[in-house]
């Protein structure tokens, strides 16, 4: 059995000072209790070591949104997986819409940081998924086969121990429309079958696949349902300690 992964991403919200206190309100709620899924917040880079600060000593996580390709160097503004280890990351978000659609970011850049991160002990989040108008035509499918294979060929061998995909409908994204559940469980199972013709069935059945696109606590428990939702990668209801929580007190329930 695959464990559920529970995601926050912050995006560019919570400063060091706020980002502290979410996190300590977070682990506050799980002070007496202890999980099985695996819960992860990923803040901005500044915030990290803050978080990583007070989650520990806790079951939670902490990962980072991005990451380059080069170990050190001259890249101004960029970061490398050796610094986001050394701050207390165990996962990095790879190839999210927002990167690939206002940093064009490109389906090889994207396989290119996947294959960095693993080869360097971190494990990614590659978020893949589609346009509204790309649904709209009907080619969701083939744009999220496109990102995946990209990332897959790349990979070239099997690492299906430390790869998770995140499937996040552009559409659904800060949209308050989520996905049904059961289009989120056909583009999973779509996903998972990719997985399938590149590494074998045993592999794939290990690899996780979040859904991602406004997961809130009143539509998280139908989405975890599905068979082949293996967590959640969630913007806006992680900012909430309470609903983050509740998100993750109801994968427990699962
Ligand atoms: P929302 O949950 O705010 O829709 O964001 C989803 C997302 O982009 C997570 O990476």
Redesign the pocket.
């Known amino acids: 059995m695959r464990t559920f992964l529970i995601a926050g ?1 912050w995006k560019m919200n919570a400063a060091p000072g706020a980002a502290k206190k979410l996190a300590e309100d977070i682990a506050a709620k799980w002070k007496e209790e202890s999980f099985h899924s695996e819960a992860l917040l990923c803040p901005p880079f500044i915030s990290i070591p803050a978080v990583a600060a007070a989650f520990e000593g806790t079951q939670f996580k902490v990962g980072a949104q991005n990451v380059h390709t080069e170990n050190d160097g001259a890249y101004t503004g960029e970061i490398s997986t050796s610094m986001l280890k050394d701050a207390g990351c165990e996962y990095v ?1 790879v190839g ?3 990167r690939r659609e206002y940093f064009h970011e490109s389906d090889e850049l994207v396989a290119q940081k996947t294959k960095k991160v693993i080869d360097d002990g971190l494990k990614p989040i590659v ?1 893949v998924g589609e346009v509204l108008s790309e649904r709209k035509e009907g080619i969701h499918q083939e744009v999220v086969k496109r990102q995946v294979d990209a990332v897959l060929t790349h990979l070239g061998n099997d690492e299906s121990d430390t790869l998770v995909i ?1 499937y ?1 409908p552009v559409w ?4 308050g429309e989520t996905a049904t559940p059961q289009q989120a469980q056909e583009m999973h199972q779509f996903i998972r079958d990719l997985i399938t013709q590149h590494w074998g069935e045993t592999s794939s059945e290990k690899v996780r696949i979040l859904y ?4 809130k606590p009143d539509n998280a428990g139908e989405l975890l349902s599905q068979k082949d939702v293996d967590g959640g ?5 992680s900012l909430s300690a309470g609903s983050y929580s509740e998100i993750l007190k109801i994968s427990e329930t699962i």
Request: proline share 0%; with cysteine.
């Open positions: 991403n978000i999210h819409s927002e978020c995140a996040e659904a994204i800060g949209t991602g696109g406004s997961m990668l969630i913007g806006g209801a």
